[in-house]
């Protein structure tokens, strides 16, 4: 969701220009998958536009060629740091950082995978988002 969520933002805030935004996962589980469908669901209720995707995998160049590396929770970090080792992450271009604490808040986004509870993700996600938004542009 955060991946079409942070789009929209910078398209209504005509800034889209400014910004490379993508997704990627951290485990293989969902790579080639689509979005899970009740996120789906929760982004067309709030009229956020998507398209197909298919999940990939965060690689070591990814690293150097994004300047943010923004993580929903301390999970996500966990198994990069595992995946493509913690020297990497410790030496790389990116700024790796939770995406709550471009809220000001110090926890995970909410994890609908296990409470079905997609409004509270998009909730925490669309926070951040905006907050990242606001500290970012040029």
């Known amino acids: 969701m955060a991946e079409f969520i942070m789009k929209h933002l910078?398209?209504?805030?005509?800034?889209?220009?400014?910004?490379?935004?993508?997704?990627?996962?951290?485990?293989t589980e969902e790579i080639g998958n689509d979005m899970y469908p009740p996120a789906k669901r929760v982004l067309a209720a709030h009229d956020i536009p998507f398209s197909h995707r298919a999940a990939r995998q965060i690689t070591k160049a990814d690293l150097d060629?994004?300047?943010?590396?923004i993580c929903a929770?301390?999970?996500?970090?966990?198994?990069?740091?595992?995946?493509?080792?913690?020297?990497?992450?410790?030496?790389?271009?990116?700024?790796?950082s939770m995406m709550m604490e471009w809220a000001g808040q110090n926890r995970d986004v909410s994890d609908p995978w296990y409470t079905g509870d997609f409004e509270t993700a998009y909730q925490d996600i669309d926070n951040s988002c905006k907050a990242i938004l606001k500290q970012l542009i040029v």
Do not use: P
């Open 73 to 96: 929770d301390r999970s996500n970090i966990r198994i990069m740091k595992y995946h493509l080792g913690e020297d990497v992450l410790s030496t790389c271009h990116a700024q790796v």
């Open 65 to 69: 060629i994004y300047d943010h590396i």
């Open 10 to 27: 910078c398209q209504e805030a005509g800034v889209e220009e400014q910004f490379e935004i993508a997704s990627a996962a951290v485990s």
